[in-house]
């Protein structure tokens, strides 16, 4: 299974404004993982924030990616943002070196 982590900067002035559309984005995720969540940074740089949504145990990260694209655009996200969101995708390592892929 792979974990799926997504994050993205957006104004601190409209994290309220945001709350709901980020919200929305993550129920869309929420069916294709066993766990999703939304975080924060806890301090703004700035006047920047740094938000991350959470997705763990995925089966199908092509799929969950494509869900929160179409989500993003739809619940007025992308309106939002700083910059594009990025996405990156880790793997539990295993208790034995040995079991390690290359």
């Given at each position: 299974?792979?974990?799926l982590y997504v994050y993205y900067k957006l104004p601190q002035a409209r994290r309220a404004e945001a709350l709901a559309p980020a919200r929305r984005v993550l129920e869309?995720?929420?069916?294709?993982?066993?766990?999703?969540?939304?975080?924060?940074?806890?301090?703004?740089?700035?006047?920047?924030?740094?938000?991350?949504?959470?997705?763990?145990?995925?089966?199908?990260?092509?799929?969950?990616?494509?869900?929160?694209?179409?989500?993003?655009?739809?619940?007025?996200?992308?309106?939002?943002?700083?910059?594009?969101?990025?996405?990156?995708?880790?793997?539990?390592?295993?208790?034995?070196?040995?079991?390690?892929?290359?």
């Open positions: 299974m792979h974990n869309a995720g929420r069916a294709r993982s066993a766990r999703a969540a939304l975080l924060a940074r806890p301090a703004a740089d700035d006047g920047v924030v740094t938000w991350m949504e959470v997705y763990e145990d995925v089966a199908d990260v092509p799929g969950l990616e494509a869900a929160l694209a179409e989500a993003v655009q739809a619940s007025g996200l992308a309106a939002l943002l700083l910059a594009p969101r990025r996405s990156e995708v880790f793997v539990d390592l295993p208790a034995d070196p040995a079991g390690w892929e290359d």
